[in-house]
């Protein structure tokens, strides 16, 4: 189960720099978002998208991508985190100081969406930032109802895949310790579990995609490293009575390097998906991707 108070205090912690440094998967989803987004504009010449949500804004890079494709629509883009807010102003405000229906609010979606005005937005956008959802399904419910007729949804996220590397190493650290296991980490939700949400919240016209990308770190420790500089953190484990945090993370280390070792490294697999669904829309023939 996700803090919300918790996530809002790590990227908060990451927005000072170290995000962009370190979040080369979450740009490479970026682009492949923008470029996705890109394609929707033209299949919509005959219904324009005026209104634009964005979710989990971060440091910005998607919603640079929005004003570019919609210079003439309202953006709303959301963060939890101040400091996220910040980067995203500063990096708009430069790359397009002429935008001016460009709002920022500092909001946790899941409360947000609960008084957010009904069909408000013809799109809503959200780059790695659904895993982070406490009530996935009741919160893709609120953001049907804020979408027009015809209205898209369109996200990335993380799929059960990332980071298997890292949970068979803690997996195996507990056999030979004889504990208890734990999951470290969070649980990622495959994408036919995010089609069924999507279809009980009433999308329609949804389609999947999905991408395997392995990325190399010189040590296990290096690679937690990067995950906690870009926020991602939190962990479902609970503590383990009796056992050092130190002594646990020693004997993780060496399985993840006897088990996945390359040259110049280890590796950690990131499964990258994107959703997209539609709110129904009878009565248009614009109702297609």
Known sequence: MNNSTEIERQFNRSSAGSYDQHAHVQRMMAEQLAAALKGLDGAREN??????????????????GLVDTWPTAVITALDIAPGMLRAAEQRVGCSHPAARDLHFIHAD?????????????????????????????QTLKHLRRLLRPG????????????????HESFMAMYREEGLKPQRHGLTFKSSAGWR?????????????????QVETYPTPRDFLHTVKAMGASTSEAAVTPGVSTRRLFAGMYKMYESKFSVPGGVTATYELLMMQAMVPNQDRDSDRF
């Open 151 to 166: 209205g898209k949804l369109v996200f990335t996220t993380f799929g059960p895949a990332t980071f298997y590397e890292l």
């Open 196 to 212: 069924d949400m999507l279809v009980d919240s009433g999308f329609s016209h949804i389609q999947e995609h999905g991408l395997l």
């Open 109 to 137: 979606v899941e409360k947000w969406s609960l008084a957010a005005l009904s069909a408000s937005f013809d799109l809503i956008v959200s780059g790695a930032c659904f895993q982070w959802l406490k009530e996935p399904k």
């Open 47 to 64: 219904a324009p998208i005026r209104s634009i949500l964005e979710i989990g804004c971060g440091t910005g890079v998607v919603t640079s």
